[in-house]
């Protein structure tokens, strides 16, 4: 919520956003591209904040936003300086990407183009409203990433636990930015921050889909990437899936950029946007092993005649890995000295799914990806016949696209399918695969003179654009939570939009803040309730009692509607109860 109390840290949200403009002018150079300096703009400003942070929390300095915030303009200031002093330079080698050809000129200004744009600007506006109305409720930002962040703002470091406090911390570091600016946690614009690095995997698939094939395609690729309602619904939940998989497809597209136009900038920017992918999730390690492969493949296919660009050198190699090393090895470094290991044993690969229904899911599960998953399987299916009609040499494109995006696919059908978000990660990848099999398809029918006559008539792109509408529609509605209640009271307060998402918890959370004690030990059976109630009662533990030795360990008990007391526990009263929760204070 929007307040005069509250705007000190939504103007940290927006500044956490934005404050790394200049770093993404010098990245691009001469090349002007509002869509991808936008894009590149969140991620280095997120990034390069997040870093701070994180060097300020290994050192165990306490946490002043004050000193954060003295580092970042410092940052900001250099980037300034050094952008008035850079003059544009073009690209030392290598050929620029050909001009679009008139028909994918023309299509940009078709109703279908305009179709597309308006449901890619309709579901960001939806999902970032989304984001700045309705506070925390999904699982894992909850017990794992809110609670960080809450850490950070009160110690200024990480707990140290293990295993889930391993986890990268870019995003709970985020969150933790307006918690600090504004004195007090803010849900709101804590879930917005996140929410717009998450969304910028739309305009990082148009960007790479463009490079690639031109702007029909990219446009196609951001509309594959928008359009399936598993995006619009995990985009505003606080979880690392797609703010990861913003950083993956940015640092695909300037492994792309650095292998055409040889800009020493694209390769420091191809590593370090990995890096950050890294620091977003563990998932995103693969990635280093993406990077290493594309520098090989670009001196295989050096002398072949699919090649478009030039090899990368020994500079670009060496630039790529140190991009990495800053942005991800102080933390994996971190990682392996306090909790023993670069990655917590924390998947539950027991649980997944080897069939070949689960390696193809997305195309299978309409529900989740719409047409678009049909589509991007069927764009990587296109991909692998390139590469095998050009093996030996292999297609620029296919082996970038099939290199990022493949190894991940793998390995989470192997050991993760048990979860389709996982794929949100390289789903940016498959969407631009997608695109650029639409793409081609129509450039085929369009030099095809017997099937001209069926994509010439205007009648039929204002078909196309009603059917890009439609296909839209399921991803408009998931942008949106509980639409019932929002229409009901529109203008409700903090309260009430708690009560909306926690329901009868959150009135058990304001007796337990107004009746019992800051230093009372409290267990609760139900994690919703850690993050709210470790704000006051820092003595909060989520678990199940079942000996009664273990009662005398805590002051007060909350149990869930389907909790039934043990045997020894049956004479006990609450203390208070609502909509089947029982709050039990304990001798």
Same mark, same amino acid.
């Given at each position: 919520?929007?307040?005069?109390?509250?705007?000190?840290?939504?103007?940290?949200?927006?500044?956490?956003?934005?404050?790394?403009? %200049?770093?993404?002018?010098?990245?691009?150079?001469?090349?002007?591209?509002?869509?991808?300096?936008?894009?590149?703009?969140?991620?280095?400003?997120?990034?390069?904040?997040?870093?701070?942070?994180?060097?300020?929390? $290994?050192?165990?300095?306490?946490?002043?936003?004050?000193?954060?915030? =003295?580092?970042?303009?410092?940052?900001?200031?250099?980037?300034?300086?050094?952008?008035?002093?850079?003059?544009?330079?073009?690209?030392?080698?290598?050929?620029?990407? %050909?001009?679009?050809?008139?028909?994918?000129?023309?299509?940009?200004?078709?109703?279908?183009?305009?179709?597309?744009?308006?449901? !890619?600007?309709?579901? +960001? *506006?939806?999902? @970032?409203?989304?984001?700045?109305?309705?506070?925390?409720?999904?699982?894992?930002?909850?017990?794992?990433?809110?609670?960080?962040?809450?850490?950070?703002?009160? /110690?200024?470091?990480?707990?140290?636990?293990?295993?889930?406090?391993?986890?990268?911390?870019?995003?709970?570091?985020?969150?933790?930015? %307006?918690?600090?600016?504004?004195?007090?946690?803010?849900?709101?614009?804590?879930?917005?921050?996140?929410?717009?690095?998450?969304?910028?995997?739309?305009?990082?698939?148009?960007?790479?889909?463009?490079?690639?094939?031109?702007?029909?395609?990219?446009?196609?690729?951001?509309?594959?990437?928008?359009?399936?309602?598993?995006?619009?619904?995990?985009?505003?939940?606080?979880? /690392?899936?797609?703010?990861?998989?913003?950083?993956? /497809?940015?640092?695909?597209?300037?492994?792309?950029?650095?292998? #055409?136009?040889?800009?020493?900038?694209?390769?420091?920017?191809?590593?370090? &946007?990995?890096?950050?992918?890294?620091?977003?999730?563990?998932?995103?390690?693969?990635?280093?092993?993406?990077?290493?492969?594309?520098?090989?493949?670009?001196?295989?296919?050096?002398? *072949?005649?699919?090649? !478009?660009?030039?090899?990368?050198?020994?500079?670009?190699?060496?630039?790529?890995?140190?991009?990495?090393?800053?942005?991800?090895?102080?933390?994996?470094?971190?990682?392996?000295?306090?909790? *023993?290991?670069? =990655?917590?044993?924390?998947?539950? $690969?027991?649980?997944?799914?080897?069939? &070949? #229904?689960?390696?193809?899911?997305?195309?299978?599960?309409?529900?989740?990806?719409?047409?678009?998953?049909?589509?991007?399987?069927?764009?990587?299916?296109?991909?692998?016949?390139?590469?095998?009609?050009?093996?030996?040499?292999?297609?620029?494109?296919?082996?970038?696209?099939?290199?990022?995006?493949?190894?991940?696919?793998?390995?989470?059908?192997?050991?993760?399918?048990?979860?389709?978000?996982?794929?949100?990660? +390289?789903?940016?990848?498959?969407?631009?695969?997608?695109?650029?099999?639409?793409?081609?398809? @129509?450039?085929?029918?369009?030099?095809?003179?017997?099937?001209?006559?069926?994509?010439?008539? #205007?009648?039929?792109?204002?078909? &196309?654009?009603?059917?890009?509408?439609?296909?839209?529609?399921?991803?408009?509605?998931?942008?949106?939570?509980?639409?019932?209640?929002?229409?009901?009271?529109?203008?409700?307060?903090?309260?009430?939009?708690?009560?909306?998402?926690?329901?009868?918890?959150?009135?058990?959370?304001?007796?337990?803040?107004?009746?019992?004690?800051?230093?009372?030990?409290?267990?609760?059976?139900?994690? #919703?309730?850690?993050?709210?109630?470790?704000?006051?009662?820092?003595?909060?533990?989520?678990?199940?009692?079942?000996?009664?030795?273990?009662?005398?360990?805590?002051?007060?008990? +909350?149990?869930?509607?389907?909790?039934?007391?043990?045997?020894?526990?049956?004479?006990?009263?609450?203390?208070?109860?609502?909509?089947?929760?029982?709050?039990?204070?304990?001798?």
């Amino acid at each position: 919520m929007l307040t005069l109390e509250t705007l000190p840290a939504w103007v940290a949200a927006l500044y956490s956003l934005l404050h790394a403009y %200049p770093w993404a002018r010098l990245g691009l150079g001469e090349r002007r591209d509002p869509v991808l300096a936008a894009v590149l703009t969140v991620a280095l400003s997120a990034g390069s904040l997040g870093l701070i942070m994180l060097a300020l929390a $290994i050192v165990q300095t306490p946490p002043w936003f004050g000193l954060i915030l =003295v580092l970042s303009l410092a940052f900001d200031a250099a980037g300034w300086l050094l952008l008035r002093r850079t003059s544009p330079r073009p690209s030392p080698r290598g050929p620029h990407p %050909p001009a679009p050809s008139p028909h994918m000129e023309r299509g940009r200004h078709s109703p279908a183009a305009l179709a597309a744009i308006a449901a !890619c600007a309709a579901i +960001i *506006g939806l999902t @970032l409203f989304n984001a700045g109305y309705w506070p925390f409720y999904e699982d894992d930002t909850m017990t794992l990433y809110g609670p960080t962040a809450l850490r950070y703002v009160e /110690t200024g470091r990480f707990s140290g636990g293990g295993l889930y406090d391993a986890y990268p911390p870019l995003v709970p570091l985020l969150m933790a930015v %307006p918690h600090m600016a504004g004195g007090a946690p803010n849900e709101y614009a804590a879930r917005f921050v996140v929410a717009a690095l998450a969304l910028g995997t739309l305009g990082a698939a148009y960007a790479l889909g463009r490079e690639i094939a031109g702007p029909r395609a990219g446009l196609a690729a951001a509309f594959l990437t928008a359009s399936v309602p598993i995006v619009s619904h995990w985009a505003a939940s606080g979880y /690392t899936d797609l703010p990861a998989g913003t950083y993956a /497809t940015l640092a695909a597209l300037f492994a792309w950029r650095a292998y #055409r136009h040889a800009r020493p900038a694209d390769a420091l920017l191809a590593g370090l &946007l990995a890096g950050l992918a890294a620091l977003t999730k563990n998932g995103a390690l693969l990635l280093a092993g993406s990077l290493l492969g594309w520098v090989i493949y670009t001196y295989w296919a050096a002398r *072949g005649k699919t090649a !478009c660009g030039e090899p990368l050198r020994a500079r670009d190699a060496l630039l790529i890995a140190g991009g990495w090393l800053l942005a991800a090895g102080l933390w994996y470094a971190h990682s392996l000295a306090a909790y *023993g290991y670069l =990655v917590p044993p924390t998947g539950w $690969i027991d649980q997944a799914d080897h069939s &070949l #229904r689960a390696l193809f899911g997305p195309a299978l599960t309409p529900s989740h990806f719409m047409i678009g998953g049909l589509l991007g399987f069927l764009g990587l299916a296109a991909q692998l016949w390139r590469l095998w009609r050009t093996r030996w040499r292999f297609d620029p494109a296919a082996a970038l696209l099939v290199g990022f995006g493949v190894p991940f696919w793998l390995v989470w059908w192997w050991g993760f399918s048990y979860d389709l978000r996982f794929l949100l990660l +390289i789903w940016p990848l498959f969407a631009v695969m997608g695109g650029l099999l639409v793409d081609r398809s @129509l450039i085929w029918l369009e030099k095809n003179k017997g099937l001209k006559p069926l994509v010439g008539m #205007r009648w039929r792109s204002w078909l &196309l654009a009603g059917a890009l509408i439609a296909l839209s529609l399921p991803a408009l509605w998931m942008s949106v939570d509980n639409k019932d209640d929002l229409l009901r009271a529109p203008l409700m307060d903090d309260s009430a939009r708690h009560r909306v998402q926690l329901g009868a918890r959150w009135d058990v959370i304001g007796w337990v803040r107004d009746n019992l004690p800051a230093e009372a030990a409290i267990v609760a059976d139900d994690y #919703r309730f850690v993050y709210h109630l470790m704000q006051d009662h820092p003595g909060i533990a989520h678990a199940a009692l079942h000996a009664e030795a273990d009662v005398h360990a805590f002051d007060a008990w +909350i149990v869930g509607p389907e909790t039934t007391l043990p045997a020894w526990a049956a004479g006990l009263e609450p203390a208070f109860e609502a909509g089947g929760y029982r709050v039990y204070v304990l001798d």
